[in-house]
C-alpha cells in the first residue's frame, strides 16, 4: 500500500462528511487534501484511542517530530510521507500541523471550558487552522479567504460539540462552557447522565444558534472570487449545517444517540453544492445567541 493510498483508506473508513468534498477535486488537490485529513485522524485517533495520558502524550510528542522531519525530507509515517511534498506547494507551514497536535493536546489536559472564550481557542486549534489550511489547497487569491475558513472551521467545531454531547459524555468531557450551563440552570452531572430536561434544551438552543450564526459569518467573510474554488468546503457547510438542523428538528436528542445523515442525502447535498456553484442559503435554525 503506497502513503497515498493509506490516506484515502483513512479517510474512507471514517465515513466523514469531509470525504464527500473530496470527490470533485482535481486528483492532486484532492491526494493533499486526503492526506491533510488524514493526518487529522491519525493524531485525533491518538487521544480517542489510548487510555493512558502518558503514552498519548508520548504519541503526540512522536507526530510532532514527524512534522520536523517533513520538513527536512525525512517523513517515516504514511501520513507524513503523503503529506510532505504538498506543504510547499500550497504553502502550509509546520506550525499549522502542530497547532493541530497541540489541540489534541489540550484534550489530554482539561475536560472543560470555563468560558466561550477559552472554547473558542480550542475550536481554532482543531478546526480552524485545519480550515485554512483546507482553504490553500482548495484555492484561494484573496487575503480575506483564511478569515472565513477559520470562522468555518469554528462552526463545524460547534456542529460537533452538539451532535457528540452524549459521546463525549462518556469519555468525561463536556465542551459547554461551565459559565453557561450554570446560566441555563444544566448540572454537569445531568449531561454526564443523559438526562434530559428543558433547561438542557434551552442550553441546547442557544449552542445551535451560535453555531448558525458562525456559518452566516464564514459565509459572509468569503470573497466571489474565491467561490468557486472554495467549493469543497462549501460542500462541507451545507452538509453539517443540514446535520445541526437535523438535531434541532429532532429536539437535540443527543445525549443518548449519535444523530447523522444518510451518506446517499450527504452525497446529494455535495453534489447540489458543486452544480451551483457554491451558492448557499442557510435556514435558521432556532434561538439566536445573545453573546
Same mark, same amino acid.
Given at each position: 500500500m503506497t502513503p497515498d493510498q493509506y490516506c484515502q483508506d483513512k479517510a474512507a473508513r471514517s465515513g466523514s462528511s469531509f470525504y +464527500?468534498?473530496?470527490?470533485?477535486?482535481?486528483?492532486? &488537490?484532492?491526494?493533499?487534501i486526503t492526506a491533510l485529513y488524514a493526518f487529522c485522524r491519525e493524531v485525533d485517533d491518538v487521544v480517542d484511542e489510548c487510555t493512558d495520558v502518558g503514552v498519548a502524550q508520548a504519541k503526540l510528542d512522536w507526530w510532532r517530530q514527524q512534522v520536523g522531519r517533513m520538513a527536512q525530507g525525512q517523513a517515516e509515517h504514511p501520513?507524513?510521507?503523503?503529506?510532505?511534498?504538498?506543504?510547499?506547494?500550497? =504553502?502550509?507551514?509546520? @506550525?499549522?500541523?502542530? @497547532? !493541530? !497536535?497541540? $489541540?489534541?493536546?489540550?484534550?489530554?489536559?482539561?475536560? &472543560? +471550558?470555563?468560558? +466561550?472564550? =477559552?472554547?473558542?481557542? +480550542?475550536?481554532?486549534? #482543531?478546526? $480552524? #487552522? #485545519? $480550515?485554512?489550511?483546507?482553504? @490553500? !489547497?482548495f484555492g484561494q487569491t484573496q487575503p480575506q479567504t483564511p478569515e472565513y475558513a477559520r470562522e468555518l472551521g469554528l462552526a463545524f467545531q460547534l456542529t460537533n460539540i452538539i451532535r457528540d454531547i452524549g459521546d463525549d459524555a462518556r469519555r468525561g468531557r463536556i465542551y459547554i462552557p461551565v459559565n453557561e450551563l450554570q446560566q441555563f440552570q444544566v448540572p454537569a452531572s445531568d449531561i454526564l447522565n443523559g438526562k434530559y430536561s428543558d433547561n438542557f434544551?434551552?442550553?441546547?438552543?442557544?449552542?445551535? =444558534? &451560535?453555531?448558525?450564526?458562525?456559518? #452566516?459569518r464564514a459565509l459572509a467573510l468569503l470573497p466571489d472570487e474565491d467561490r468557486r474554488a472554495q467549493r469543497p468546503g462549501l460542500i462541507m457547510a451545507a452538509i453539517y449545517h443540514a446535520l445541526l438542523r437535523e438535531i434541532v428538528l429532532d429536539d437535540f436528542q443527543v445525549l443518548h444517540q449519535r444523530i447523522a445523515l444518510t451518506p446517499v442525502r450527504k452525497f446529494w447535498l455535495a453534489w447540489k453544492t458543486w452544480v451551483r456553484g457554491g451558492r448557499l442559503r442557510l435556514p435558521g435554525v432556532g434561538a439566536e445567541p445573545s453573546a
Open positions: +464527500y468534498s473530496f470527490l470533485f477535486l482535481p486528483p492532486e &488537490r484532492r491526494r493533499a501520513v507524513a510521507i503523503a503529506l510532505a511534498p504538498h506543504l510547499p506547494t500550497y =504553502g502550509i507551514e509546520p @506550525a499549522q500541523l502542530l @497547532a !493541530i !497536535i497541540d $489541540g489534541m493536546d489540550m484534550d489530554l489536559q482539561q475536560s &472543560r +471550558y470555563l468560558d +466561550y472564550p =477559552g472554547l473558542k481557542r +480550542y475550536c481554532w486549534h #482543531v478546526a $480552524g #487552522v #485545519v $480550515g485554512e489550511a483546507s482553504a @490553500a !489547497i434544551l434551552a442550553l441546547m438552543r442557544f449552542q445551535a =444558534g &451560535r453555531a448558525h450564526e458562525a456559518y #452566516v
